[in-house]
């Protein structure tokens, strides 16, 4: 594999600047697989996962395959350089021409995310009252508030929160038995179990949980078998004393089409909801993921990041992903400057550019501006200019002539053929479409 991905980088170094190479590819490391279909190229950190994922994924599958002449699962994942030995971290998987294998979960946390837990979790005004209920509840599971329903706006920790109780209880009594399910999950296991007539495992499965948590309990609304399944889930586990937590993002009342019984039953324990934060619990909470990723990040960066208007934390997660990552990338030391820059694309820029298509494509896939705009036939550049003319006539309102304009001054019957081409190619390659829906979120600044 070592030869593998040397052989490579010498290909994209007639493909990418010398600059990009130094600054994002020499740092990866492949790692021995024991599957020879699986490539695994360590990188430093996450938010170089996320980039490396976001602009160079393609790029470097079409290296790789060349050089090896088949088509390789790439995995990138995060790894803390030089000690290259043993991965203990979850790693985050992009996924090329294969499917994952699903993992098998192990018997007692059924589902639950290891990442999420109390001690990474910021309290502020805004969710002491939600923290504390929950801490309160993974600490004696069943005899406290039950159920404990948590409830507030996408982005503000409830899912964070409710992985929380059941890696604290799984924690300190190991035997217990925890199982965090999504609302759809808990649906699509259903209607499979119905098909393959299996629902007695399915019920067992649930019904014997110590701790139940469900999380996106809106999704209940108008579901009327799954409803009356969890009915069930519900009144036997809560009849033996065992804890159910649920999270959503309305309060039982307010959910559209959820029957009675089960809003009354909803009611019953506690209600708990998390405001959106003010700006000091959002700077602790960027200050802690910097610091979790090994981000250099300045208590003033932080509150420059936090003094914007989103309240939605994933959001301010992105913000910090793009600030390091922008960092890395020019070299810069992370300033509020640099923040500013760096927010100002991302909070301003409400309508898409064929300018900023243009930017977006040559970053990802490693051409320069003048080889787009020029007539050059060669694969390599004619696709990703394919790309952009698609994108730009789906994503802008420009006129044909005017993108063929922006493209070094081609002709709008180019730009038809372009887009023709790609629309063709999404709809027979699953890969590419998803590729191209990540350059759309990139481009938009929402991924
Ligand atoms: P929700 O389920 O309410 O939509 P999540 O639990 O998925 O929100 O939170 C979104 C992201 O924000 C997650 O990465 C989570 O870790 C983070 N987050 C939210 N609140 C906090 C907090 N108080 N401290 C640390 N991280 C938080
Ligand atoms: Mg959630």
Redesign the pocket.
Known sequence: MKSLWENSLRLLSERLDKKEINRWLLPLIPLDDDDPSILTLAAPNKFFVKWINDYYLSTLISAIEEVSGRPLFIKIICKNIPSQIKITEPPAVSLTHKKAEPVPLPPNNLGLNDK?VFT???VGDS?RFAHAAAFGVSNLPGKTYNPLFIH?P???????LINAIGNHVVSIHPDTKVSYVSCENFTNQMIKAISEKSMESFRKLYRNTDVLLIDDVQFLGDKESTQEEFFYTFNTLYDQNRQIVL?SDKKPKDIPGLEDRLRSRFEWGLIADIQPPDVETKAA?IS?KAHDEGIDLSEGVAYRLASTEDSN??VL?GYLVRVAAYSSMTGQPITINLANHVLQDALYKKEVTVDDIIKTVVLRFGISLTDLKSSKKNKSIAEPRQIAMYLARKMTDEPLIRIGEKFGGKDHSTVVHAVKKIKSRMENDFHFRRDLDQLEKNIRGVD
Do not use: D
């Open positions: 999420y990474n979790f910021v969710n507030s996408a982005g503000l920790g409830k899912t964070h999270a909470i802690r934390i994933r997660e």
